[in-house]
């Protein structure tokens, strides 16, 4: 079906910087919007930014001006650059997309693995 598969996660010190990938393949006609979530150990899943089809990007409050989304139209891909990184940002990362199979399809909602990103000195 459809798959998304997330990488570049691991070990950084703080202010240090990381860069995620998430690619969908499968069968795809389009992909809306994209985005990254974050669930941190005993915390609910947030999220972290989205972007839709066109490039408009939203963040949450706490990694506004640190992390930047982007997205590969041509790649089915999404990337999240995380920069001045902080213990506080250790999570398991989510990617997510609203993809639409066939043009005769609606839109539906997939979610990859996840990747560990750890911040810690």
């Known amino acids: 079906q459809v798959q998304l598969v997330e990488s570049g996660g691991g070990l950084v010190q703080p202010g240090g910087s990381l860069r995620l990938s998430c690619a969908a393949s499968g069968s795809i006609f389009s992909i809306n919007a994209m985005g990254w979530y974050r669930q941190a150990p005993g915390k609910e899943r947030e999220l972290v930014a989205i972007i839709t089809s066109s490039g408009s990007a939203n963040y949450a409050d706490s990694v506004k001006g640190r992390f930047t989304i982007s997205r590969d139209n041509a790649k089915n891909t999404v990337y999240l650059q995380m920069n001045s990184l902080k213990p506080e940002d250790t999570a398991v990362y989510y990617c997510?997309?609203?993809?639409?199979?066939?043009?005769?399809?609606?839109?539906?909602?997939?979610w990859g693995q996840g990747t560990q990103v750890t911040v810690s000195s």
């Open positions: 997510n997309a609203d993809i639409r199979r066939y043009n005769y399809t609606p839109y539906r909602t997939y």
